[in-house]
């Protein structure tokens, strides 16, 4: 039995504009200027509130203005007047009501498990299944079209104790790339680095390049062709040294069935915005575990709430092992909606211990950089 005050009595939903420092490319896109996302504010009749966001990006899983209509609209009935307590429930309804909108449905869980730990005093890690680790090793990516820019930026975090890099490769030429490379591999002997090619290769010249690439020992090479190429990708998999890892290739736990099934990578990046929402992020995690495919706790363009969503999860995901890039909040946004700054401590993500997502949100923040504002009782 369901007492009213623990049910959810208004949404908001707030799609914001927030300014970035500088511009990044990716072997799909450029970002610049600002990244749109949406911010979905819960209240329960007892007085508690809950956070979640929806990231999207327009070339990779969708937009900002879908998401929020699909939390304004579509969502909207199954969310006034939930129990966060039956969240299994509520998130398969969902999944029936709306098909795809996977950052929305994110962001709808986010809201109902900050909302569910501040109820029983856990925070989400606990509510995911308790945690297997109370700190998670921090990637930063380096996409700046200048690359003097990311030499600055490398100095910077590595001074903060940052020892991963992921180089977005792939956004201009074979030889830019190599250069890069080079320089970062020559200037730091022991530094983890990784690249992405976010689709960027044309599968007929992959093998060849990536060869070159292998010489810099690289840990892993990320989605170097485009995600549906899943031939081509189990196909490099299988000639190459370095681990291949699958991004836009495995949204979510059906797509990674596929990929175990073809061998489509060694390596899976797990997003609550490609999968739908943390418990559905295990589930890829979970699938890997079984074939022996170890994760990496990828984001998009977040703010410190989708990374609080993300670092709970890893927490609780022993097969997520490969690290997480939450760094935008802290290094790329020029301001973060959260009250407190998102933790990063000597190049570790420090899982909040505190009820629910851990910290709280800065609402004149969000109000400063809200596009539309939307708001429904139930
Ligand atoms: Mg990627």
Redesign the pocket.
Known sequence: MTAPRDTVSRMTVHHLSLPVNRPRDHGSGTVAGAVEIVLLRLDTAGGLVGWGEASPWAVFTGTAEAAAAALDRYLRPLILGADPRNLAGVMAGADRTLVGHPEAKAAMETALLDLLGRMSGLPVYALLGGRCRETIPLSVSLADPDFAADLDLLARIRAEGVGIIKLKTGTKDHRFDLDRLERLRADHEDLDIRV?Y?QGMAAHEALRRLRDVEAFRVSFI??PVQGREREAMAALTAALNTPILA??SVFDPEDAVRAVRDRVANLF?VKIMKSGGPRRGLAVAAIGAAAGIACYG?DMFESGIAHLAGSHMIAAAPNISLGCEFYQARWYLAQDVLAKPFPIDDGKVIVPETPGLGIEVDEAVVRAHALTSRDHCA
């Open positions: 992405d976010n990320e989605q991004d836009e990046s990828g």
